[in-house]
Every structure is written in C-alpha cells, then in structure tokens.
C-alpha cells in the first residue's frame, strides 16, 4: 500500500464485520469532521490522553473520571475523535498543538512505541518554553519498568504504579478540573508547578553549532582564506567508497516552488560533490512524486514558512515522517530555510541537519571573514543568487547528505524509531560534545505523589 493512502484513517474489515464498518462510516458521515482544505485546521481540546492502544483500559478509565467530574471538559481520545477519512498523523500533532494538557499514560508499551513517543516529545517541547501554552503531565503505571530512557526524566511523573493507580489518577483528574476552574489545592500546585525553559529551537542551534565547531574550531576560521578548508573531504570520486547500488534509490528533493532556488542551489553540489548519486531535482507530476517518495533513499525537504503554507508540501513532509519511522535506514533529511512561524509545532521538533537561519553561517561571513571556495561560487546560478551564508549553509549540508551514502556511515537507531526529536535528548547530545559529563537521574527521585 502506498504511504500516502497509510496515513489516512480507515476502518479495518478484516477485524470487524462490513455492516459494523458501515455503521461506523455512517456515524463517521453524520458528525462535524474537521475540515482539511486548511493545512492548519483549528483543533480545540482541554485535554489530550496519550497511551499505548495495549492500555486502551487505563486511559479510558481517566477519561471517564474526567468527564464525570466536568461534562464539558473536551477531552481527546484517539477513538473518538480520529474520524475514518482523515488524516491521522497530521490530525495527531494539530490536535496536541490546540490542547491545553497532554495526560501520558507511561508504560513499557509506550516506551516501545514510536507515535507514543512522539507525542510525548512534541507535548514537552511546548511544554519547556517560556510562556507555555501546553502541560505535559505524565502518569508513569508500569511496576515492571525499573528504569526509564533519559528523554522521560526531563519533567515529574506521577506516581501510578500497582496499588496507587486509582487514587492516582483520580487525584489527577481533579487537580485538572480544578485548575480548569481556578481553584488552586495542593496537587494543583505540584503538577502545574514551573520547570526548566528551554526553546527547542535554541536547543537545536547550539547542538548544529557545536558538531561544526568540532571539526573546524575557531582556529581553522581563518580570515580572507577558503572555507571549509578541507574541502576535497566534501567530494564522493571513489565507488568503492559507496555503500551497494542495492542500498540506493533516488534522492528526491521536496520544496516550495517560492523557494526554489534553494533547491536547485543544493542540485548543484550534488552534482558536483557526488555526480554518482541519483538525485531527482523535480517531478514532472503530483502523481510521479508520489511514486518517488514511496521509493526514495532520501527525501530531501527545504522547510520554509513557503514550505509549510503548501499543500503539497506537507503531503510530502507527511509521507517522508511516515516512512522514517519504519524504513530500516532513515529516510527523511531535513534542512531548515529561514525562521518558521511558531505553528505547526512538529516542524520545530524535526532535527534539522543544516538551517540558514543558525547565527555561525553569517558569523563566518561577517565576522571571521572567511572566502567560499571559487567553484562552489561559480555554482550560485545568477538568476537564483543566494548569500553567502546561506551558500555555505547549503554546502554543509550537501557534504551531511553526501556522508549518508558513505560504507564508513555509522549504524541508525533501528526501527521504529520517533521522527519527532526529545528537547532533553538533544541537550544530552550537546552536553556530550562540550564534554560535559550527563548526571544519572534515578526514577525514584522524579516520581511525584499526588493524594
């Protein structure tokens, strides 16, 4: 089945009877299904219950508490609301972007589950921001988990485990109807109590600025010289060094037409850079690159404020997420073309390898003064002309890409794996490369008790 058509949400006959498929199509057809002809449709909750389908039980007992404690709570529950026709991944990330809480039902199942996951990462980069508009409050129910990944232990985790589970969660509800009507108590103040702000964004820069600096500190910054200075490394010459023609298809580029000359800057380095590599610069239709996408090594995307405005454009941002998430090699190379606005969240939670908008491109222009070696000059097409610093940014990037199809690459978290970033992972990353030694958080010491 294509990806495309994966995304969609649908009732599956092989489980349940055709006359219960059709009676759940004609509720589906009898309701308000929020319309997708906006790429951002409004989605408005109180509350989002994120869980593992293998805890269906468990959530749906919150939600019960919580709609019996105030009927007009509007609540989030996948089986609800998912309609069959929509898109589900995208409905997902808009709805946790309009809700007011995100409740995660943390369990080992969870932990496994990369959509899960995902929710929980996007609920606790907006959660981390100054001025937040989302709480992340998470409910930890599994007694055999003894520990938990690095990502979990950036926020309290409720206390649900065994026995404590029912007061757990009812304790919870209430503290949730009660701040919804201002009403301040004591588990209130300890589940809405502030954290560290951190703005994913920030976080990403300072980990891009920090894999740069590795190879090329400030020494190899020289002023009137080339850079990079070691731009022969840049180039792909020795088919030996390639991994198996078996282990390449195309490389597909996906961008706004508003921004094309980013593109079809970048299909010129790789040109130059790795003539060998198949990269497909443009569809000839919507049908074709549908086809590409479903069969690309590499989708390729230049996110922009154009990007995210297009159709289009998040159709094949969708696709490639999808893809990603279970491909055995990631799929998905994202490169960030100027500041994006603050909605759709999920696009700032994507890691972006290379952004023209990072402050380092324009500091070595500006400030270090470097030159940008002749030939890629020459490659800067004059009806597309491009700055400096976004020239270098996208040189970068094509060596990052370049380095992907190399045999010395080194191994990718196996599938399936979360496309949406945690902000406490990339700080560890960032920390790790500033050789600054990660403190072992132990569980015991995160969990909060609430009564």
Known sequence: MPTYMGLVQYIDCLRVKISHACEQLALTLNVDVHAEIHEHPTLEYDVFISYCHRNTEQAAQLREILTKLDQNLKVFFDTQELKTGTTWQQTLY????GSTMLVAMVTKDYLKSPVCREEFNLALAKHSQKNRDLTLIPIFLDEDVQDIPLEFKQIKLVNAVGKSFKSAIESTADAIVSYFNKESTKNT????AKSSEKNIDIVQEDLRAFQLSKPYPDKSRKPYTDFPPDLDSFFLRDSKRLKPANEINNIVLSFSSNDK???KFFYGLMKYFAPSLPVVEEAASAQEMRHLLDNATKIVTFVSPNYIESHDCIEDFNIALCRHRTEKNPVIFPIQIHSLPKKPS?????YYHVS?????WSSLIMQSRVVINVAIQELNDIEYSLSEPDILALSFAARNLIDCFRKEDGDCT?????VLSNIGRLVADTNSLKEVE?????LSKIFLGVK
């Open 261 to 263: 000359k980013y593109a």
């Open 414 to 418: 196996p599938p399936p794996r979360p």
């Open 356 to 360: 023209t908008a990072d402050a380092v």
């Open 189 to 192: 103040k300890e589940i809405f």
């Open 438 to 442: 990660e403190v072992d958080i132990k």
């Open 346 to 350: 999920y696009f700032h939670t994507v």
């Open 94 to 97: 808009h709805a946790i972007d």
